[in-house]
């Protein structure tokens, strides 16, 4: 595209007039600014959808992204686009692909279909590109008129990785021309070079065993980088798909940023994997990260956000050295597509760039019709109505998918023989939503856009490791839902207003009941207020009483293993993180389960009480499944006046 300069220095562009970036204005002969633009973490968010809730959405797409691009290219001489994977996995419109539709040979998936318009000059694998198997993806990239590398997953490994027998190029050297400041083009050779966790093993064991082999990454980097140099590469940039973590370098490091940017001869490293921001606050006063400089490491580095809510920009002030280039100084910038303000209202920041949505706006449409149509079926009616008063199938669902996958991951782990509980809490149920807010999916066809009801939040999966004594601890800290009920009352209120039904955590796996008439353990926040209270009865696992110094694992959300509302067992007991958000694993519980019975399995009760009577609030529209409830006595006695309906029960 021709370039307008006029006086000012200003470019004429479609969308009005840009700024050059100063490096851009300031450079010399024999000096050229070059620009490198990372997206990473799409996810397959082409259009700005949330297909989950089935609306248009301002905070994601790379339709979005794509927009500034062009406006992006033209603030700088020189520019190239890169991706740092996970491109593949993570929408229903990935899902519908994989599930559905197939990838044929020759077939093209539509997220590599948008990058091709855009004119991505490379990308690397993330961790979910193996999500739905070798074949699928070697079929998707097959269509990417990029390059794809990376170096440390490889079918197979050698005596060094440079004798490994690649999956894909571990790296690629870029041949392109570079406009220095007077107008004179000189060659210049791109190094890319790909990385991921080598997690993948685990997390897609089942497609991954016996087919390739992972590497630790900063090992593959201090293979591979000097092979670059050899072969001229004038500048290196790392594409790593991988967090910024620990500073210290450990053996298979899932988010080894730090380490890899000390590797030599990388000149910039492009980050992921976290969905986060570099440079944000979010990274200030971390060893080895400067946020004011935006270097890891003391090399410019940027992470770009995730499903395409910011691009990355590294821009680079190069200068002719002999007949290579070097490094004289970098500008970085995460620039958002969006705008979230204090009351946490979104205002878009950009428009949406009509080839990308128009090169797949029919897989669009088919996603829309696979998000509204039926891929499992439930035997039961999935509701929320009286899940903070019985064991409920909208917790029971989520609790069971958990358990699934779980399963799955500690097969062949150290931890593999461990019982596994599950614990899910109920999202939607009532409160400051009013009395609406409720899940209810009828009995039958239940589609993916149901699933976003059933987990509201994009939490991903981990699992904790825990004793007896703490799977007690975290049911009492549950347990604060519930105000204490003098024995013999009549129509106590039940439940704590101040106590958010998404602290309320069941825990499936063990039986339990819970005594009312005990004072709550711990206050809202999760401090312990009375060490002697005992509301929780009965414990017992596999039908015996609970051995406090047993050890179970526990299969939870990030949040709440993370130390979320402060529950005993979490916080420094986390044995895996998942890659996986609980919705997907949800998504792909159903589909491969084909019908779902999640029934709850009334594996919690209160503990009796004679005489004694409770009032608890619910929407109205939960009075058709109230005698699915086994045998509680509960009967409807009013309405109150925000509109919900009061139920008393017998205790
Ligand atoms: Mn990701
Ligand atoms: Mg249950």
């Known amino acids: 595209m021709p370039l307008h300069l006029n006086r000012r220095g200003f470019l004429a562009s479609t969308a009005g007039f840009l700024a050059l970036h100063p490096f851009s204005l300031r450079a010399a002969a024999n000096q050229a600014h070059l620009r490198i633009m990372e997206t990473t973490d799409l996810h397959v968010h082409v259009h700005p959808y949330d297909y989950y809730a089935d609306r248009p959405t301002d905070t994601v797409g790379l339709s979005r992204v794509a927009s500034i691009v062009q406006d992006i290219r033209d603030e700088a001489t020189n520019s190239i686009l890169l991706d740092n994977g996970d491109f593949l996995q993570g929408n229903p419109m990935g899902d519908y692909i994989a599930y559905e ?5 020759g077939d093209m998936h539509p997220i590599i279909t948008a990058m091709n318009v855009l004119g991505f000059d490379g990308s690397t694998l993330g961790n979910h590109e193996f999500n739905y198997g070798l074949d699928f993806l ?3 990239i097959a269509g990417a008129e990029f390059p794809v590398v990376c170096a440390n997953v490889v079918k197979q490994t050698g005596a060094s990785p440079r004798e490994d027998t690649p999956l894909v190029p571990p790296y690629v050297i870029l041949d392109r021309s570079l406009t220095d400041g007077a107008g004179t083009t000189h060659d210049i050779r791109i190094g890319l070079i790909g990385f991921v966790p080598p997690q993948v093993m685990t997390w897609d064991r089942r497609h991954l065993e016996g087919n390739v082999e992972a590497r630790d990454i900063v090992a593959a980097a201090r293979a591979w980088v000097p092979q670059l140099r050899e072969e001229g590469a004038d500048i ?31 000149d910039v490293i492009l980050t992921g994997h976290s969905h986060l921001v570099f440079p944000s606050p979010t990274y200030e006063d971390v060893p080895g990260l400067d946020v004011a400089n935006g270097t890891i490491n003391g090399k410019p580095g940027v992470m770009g956000g995730f499903w395409g809510s910011h691009m990355g920009l590294i821009d680079l002030m190069l200068e002719r050295d002999g007949s290579g280039w ?18 946490r209202s979104i205002t878009p920041l950009v428009g949406d760039y009509q080839p990308v949505l128009d090169a797949t706006q029919k897989v669009h449409e088919e996603t829309l019709a696979y998000v509204r149509r039926a891929v499992g079926n439930t035997d039961a009616p999935l509701h929320s109505y009286f899940a903070l008063v019985a064991d409920d199938p909208s917790v029971q669902v989520v609790s069971n998918a958990q358990r699934w996958y779980i399963e799955q991951m500690m097969q062949g782990t150290e931890h593999e023989g ?12 009532g409160g400051r939503g009013g009395p609406d807010y409720y899940t209810d999916v009828p009995k039958g066809p239940v589609a993916i856009k149901n699933v976003s009801d059933l987990y509201l939040y994009p939490n991903t999966v981990r699992a904790v490791r825990v004793t007896g004594d703490q799977v ?6 549950s347990a604060g839902m519930f105000n204490q009920v003098e024995p013999g009352a009549t129509d106590a209120p039940l439940l704590n207003p101040d106590f958010p039904s998404y602290n309320f955590d069941v825990i499936d796996g063990v039986t339990y009941q819970i005594d009312l008439s005990e004072p709550a353990m711990f206050d809202r926040e999760g401090n312990v207020v009375n060490p002697d209270a005992n509301r929780i009865r009965d414990l017992r696992y596999d039908g015996q009483p609970i051995d406090p110094d047993q050890e179970f694992i526990i299969a939870t959300n990030n949040y709440r293993a993370g130390g979320g509302g402060s529950f005993p067992g979490t916080g420094d007991t986390i044995i895996f993180e998942g890659p996986d958000t609980n919705r997907d694993v949800i998504v792909r519980y159903i589909v491969q389960q084909g019908t779902i019975n999640p029934k709850a399995d009334f594996n919690w009760r209160f503990a009796p009480m004679e005489g004694t009577s409770v009032i608890f609030e619910t929407g109205p529209a939960g009075a058709k499944y109230s005698d699915s409830l086994q045998d509680m006595q509960l009967e409807e006695v009013g309405t109150n006046e925000d509109g919900f309906a009061q139920f008393r029960l017998m205790l």
């Open 418 to 429: 461990i019982p596994i509980l599950s614990a899910a809490a109920p999202f939607k149920a």
């Open 326 to 343: 070097r490094v004289l100084s970098h500008d970085i910038e995460a620039r958002p597509i969006f705008e979230r303000a204090e009351d």
């Open 101 to 105: 539709r197939g990838m044929k040979d």
């Open 236 to 266: 290196v940039i790392a594409l790593a798909h991988t967090g910024i973590g620990p500073a210290e370098a450990t053996d298979g490091m899932e988010n080894a940023a730090i380490p890899l940017a000390g590797v030599d001869g990388i």
């Open 138 to 140: 070697s079929k998707t």
């Open 472 to 477: 007690k601890g975290w049911l009492e800290r």
